[in-house]
């Protein structure tokens, strides 16, 4: 957004809980509260949506979110708005599991899509799918990455003082996994993946941070599988980038993704990256050349990969820097001149 903003006055409609409301207060943008917390308050908030976009009268009214984009699109069509943009963050069409959510993603995607003027996706292979779901028309579709700015991240001082903190053994190699704890993230995958290396009685530790709906299944799991000598699950914390700093590998278990940023964030605080190779991953890892994937599900798989870096402290360095050189490719003046780019077409076709 800081940017976006130096180029574009910009308002941000939403219902106060997203992440994106605290860089708005940092940067001075101005807050429209709607209600749309919850689906069933989005039905309502439409109206209050359309209201205020007609009061405000945007140039470019930029959707996020699955629900959020289908009712922000409709509002901004009642409220007589031209140009509309529709960034995918959540690709829904993974999600269809039985007959009632293939409705429903079709449904929450293709109505945003024929409605707005742009669509963005983060990775080319969500993109591929919602063509190939002739939910959208190629020629409206971009691909804008996600980005990152090393220069952000944690210190080397921070890291060691998170390390003396958790008593983290220097004998011991640390894994880490930062993640929402959901079943997109996987995390079951990851320790039944674990349970293999626990019985190998390899000299290293799994340390989990995350929140989410899984907690307490996942939680439960660890001893169930006698694994909690060597596995922690810390919940939640506010200093997942600082845990990744501290790691000597960065364990990404996802089934799908549309861009992950662990993985972005683990090559720019020059760690060794493992992940599991399925799409919004593998565009950002290179297998064996600036990562490890594993097919996802493969626990065996997954163990071997664990197994090769724990015991090859030379094969992760070499990884390691390979990341970091991989992920300058991600960098924030390219994210943000994509999307410079395209507002700028935007406003010529107005123009003209």
Same mark, same amino acid.
């Given at each position: 957004?800081?940017?976006?903003?130096?180029?574009?006055?910009?308002?941000?409609?939403?219902?106060?809980?997203?992440?994106?409301?605290?860089?708005?207060?940092?940067?001075?943008?101005?807050?429209?509260?709607?209600?749309?917390?919850?689906?069933?308050?989005?039905?309502?908030?439409?109206?209050?949506?359309?209201?205020?976009?007609?009061?405000?009268?945007?140039?470019?009214?930029?959707?996020?979110?699955?629900?959020?984009?289908?009712?922000?699109?409709?509002?901004?069509?009642?409220?007589?708005?031209?140009?509309?943009?529709?960034?995918?963050?959540?690709?829904?069409?993974?999600?269809?599991?039985?007959?009632?959510?293939?409705?429903?993603?079709?449904?929450?995607?293709?109505?945003?899509?024929?409605?707005?003027?742009?669509?963005?996706?983060?990775?080319?292979?969500?993109?591929?799918?919602?063509?190939?779901?002739?939910?959208?028309?190629?020629?409206?579709? @971009?691909? +804008?990455?996600?980005? %990152? &700015?090393?220069?952000?991240? #944690?210190?080397?001082?921070?890291?060691?003082?998170?390390? =003396?903190?958790?008593?983290?053994?220097?004998?011991?190699?640390?894994?880490?996994?930062?993640?929402?704890?959901?079943?997109?993230?996987?995390?079951?995958?990851?320790?039944?993946?674990?349970?293999?290396?626990?019985?190998?009685?390899?000299?290293?530790?799994?340390?989990?941070?995350?929140?989410?709906?899984?907690?307490?299944?996942?939680?439960?799991?660890?001893?169930?599988?006698?694994?909690?000598?060597?596995?922690?699950?810390?919940?939640?914390?506010?200093?997942?980038?600082?845990?990744?700093?501290?790691?000597?590998?960065?364990?990404?278990?996802?089934?799908?993704?549309?861009?992950?940023?662990?993985?972005?964030?683990?090559?720019?605080?020059?760690?060794?990256?493992?992940?599991?190779?399925?799409?919004?991953?593998? @565009?950002? +890892?290179?297998?064996? %050349? &600036?990562?490890?994937?594993? #097919?996802?599900?493969?626990?065996?798989?997954?163990?071997? =990969?664990?197994?090769?870096?724990?015991?090859?402290?030379?094969?992760?360095?070499?990884?390691?820097?390979?990341?970091?050189?991989?992920?300058?490719?991600?960098?924030?003046?390219?994210?943000?001149?994509?999307?410079?780019?395209?507002?700028?077409?935007?406003?010529?076709?107005?123009?003209?």
């Amino acid at each position: 957004m800081r940017e976006l903003k130096r180029n574009h006055q910009q308002i941000l409609f939403t219902s106060g809980r997203e992440t994106a409301t605290q860089g708005a207060v940092k940067l001075e943008i101005p807050i429209v509260q709607v209600p749309t917390s919850s689906f069933f308050r989005l039905f309502f908030g439409v109206w209050v949506l359309a209201l205020q976009l007609i009061k405000h009268r945007p140039d470019v009214l930029v959707l996020q979110g699955q629900w959020s984009a289908l009712f922000g699109a409709i509002a901004g069509k009642l409220a007589g708005i031209s140009r509309m943009v529709y960034i995918v963050h959540w690709p829904a069409f993974y999600t269809d599991w039985d007959l009632i959510r293939i409705i429903r993603n079709y449904l929450a995607e293709k109505i945003p899509c024929l409605l707005v003027h742009k669509v963005i996706f983060l990775s080319e292979s969500n993109r591929y799918h919602y063509v190939c779901r002739q939910l959208v028309h190629p020629k409206k579709t @971009e691909v +804008i990455a996600n980005c %990152i &700015d090393p220069s952000n991240m #944690p210190s080397v001082e921070d890291a060691e003082r998170l390390r =003396a903190e958790m008593n983290w053994s220097k004998e011991d190699v640390n894994l880490v996994c930062v993640s929402r704890i959901t079943t997109q993230k996987r995390i079951d995958w990851l320790l039944h993946s674990w349970k293999i290396i626990s019985e190998l009685n390899l000299p290293a530790k799994l340390w989990i941070v995350g929140w989410g709906l899984l907690e307490d299944e996942i939680a439960a799991m660890i001893p169930s599988l006698g694994i909690d000598s060597s596995c922690t699950f810390l919940g939640r914390s506010s200093q997942g980038p600082l845990f990744i700093k501290a790691a000597d590998i960065v364990v990404v278990p996802s089934m799908y993704e549309g861009h992950a940023t662990v993985p972005l964030e683990a090559m720019a605080c020059e760690k060794c990256v493992i992940a599991c190779k399925v799409d919004g991953i593998r @565009e950002s +890892i290179e297998h064996g %050349i &600036d990562g490890l994937l594993a #097919p996802p599900g493969n626990h065996v798989a997954m163990a071997e =990969a664990m197994k090769n870096v724990i015991l090859n402290p030379q094969l992760r360095l070499q990884l390691a820097l390979q990341g970091r050189k991989k992920v300058t490719k991600f960098n924030r003046s390219r994210t943000f001149g994509s999307y410079e780019r395209i507002f700028e077409e935007i406003k010529h076709e107005m123009d003209n």
